[in-house]
């Protein structure tokens, strides 16, 4: 049986269960908490010594890293339909899951992580000064160049759902509450609404996120 370790109140972990339940994967979902210390718990450690979620255990198989669990998700249970269609579909699809983790993610917990760790943590984490702000100079040029890429097509690749969508999708969990200006950038508004509506990306939204 595979085990799925993550909580849909983070944006990686939403990656990782929303992909295994689009796929419709049989699964065991255990729920770490890491706002709560979860991810100290001796066992958990033991399995990932970095205390993060997602973490994935597939027989003798333990994989860390949201962007790689849902590629084996899709590859080895999913008959790899969510992954491209040709190399260069594939090659896509793993351009935008490297920029997710080397670019947009960074930027924005940078611009977020006032804003969400408030929203998660009330009580301990207090309110920020000023507003969480979508328009910071190492962020506007990644929205610019999503925006871009997005006005007129549907989705990231090949203009149907893939795991890049998924990917890219999971830190705009924070959009809604922290004031994402979809006015100034339609198409990444259209697109993610349109990831918005699945249902699996719905059934993993939780707690300020839902
Ligand atoms: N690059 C990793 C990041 C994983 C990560 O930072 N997870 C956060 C939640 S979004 C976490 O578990 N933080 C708990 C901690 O750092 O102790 C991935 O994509 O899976």
Redesign the pocket.
Known sequence: MLTLYA?G?????R??MSVARHLGIDHEHRE?N??RGE??APDFLALNP?????ALVDGDLVL??????IGYLDEAYGGGRLGGDDARERAQVRRWLFWE?AHW?PALIDALAPAVGHLLLPALVPAPPVASTWRGPALLPLLGLLEEHLAGRSHLVGDRLTLADFGVA?MMTYAGRTGFPADAFPAIARWYAAVDALPAWRATACGPWA
């Open positions: 909580t109140l983070s944006a990686n972990g990656k990782a770490v890491v706002y991810g100290r970095s205390g993060k979620i997602p860390t890293e949201s962007n790689a669990i983790a993610q999971g």
